[in-house]
């Protein structure tokens, strides 16, 4: 498999699952992004070690299993920092449910928020108002509950939160990891 190919939702999810982990896909994928964009760095402790996952002493993952997890936090790095602003949240493809996209954005949301906390973001300095605000409107979004109406209302209202997430998480990533994170060579490690 190309390093450089993208990792879908069901692969991660089922990683997620035969790790144990307590949280599926999305939320696993939030909480990478949140720590990378709060310029948290995998390093030598492993990368589950790192996101302090529920569950993830239960299983020694395969090595198989560890280069997904590599792979998955060399393209979050990549992505977030990207200047084609090419990120985008992991999340189940648009052919599923409404609401099974809509929570796991939440559960994306909640991930981040999780991640960029561990990495100590805001304790190590000051961040701006507009960093602040956002972290409370994914704080809001982790915590909504989706009421359903119109289909194609709510489709508009998912695509914005969507999107509005994605430009979120690029914009902590740059106050908070800024150049901290990329490499000088143009290879992520």
Known sequence: ???????????????????????????????????LAGGGRPGTAPLL???????????????????????????AQAELADPELGFEPLLPPDD???????????DWCRGFLGGFGLAGAGAHGKLSEEAQ???RDLGTLAGASFDFGDEGEDEDALIELHEFVRMAAMLLHAECAGGRNRPTDGTVH
């Open 1 to 35: 498999m190309n390093a450089d190919e993208p990792i879908g939702h069901d692969e991660l999810d089922g990683l997620a699952a035969r790790l144990r982990l307590a949280i599926a896909a999305s939320e696993l994928h939030g909480s990478l992004c949140g720590f």
């Open 49 to 75: 070690e790192l996101l302090q996952l529920e569950g993830a002493e239960a299983v020694t993952p395969a090595p198989s299993d560890l280069a997904l997890l590599d792979r998955l936090a060399q393209l």
């Open 133 to 135: 605000e956002i972290l």
């Open 96 to 106: 599923r449910p409404l609401p099974e996209r809509a929570e796991a954005l939440g």
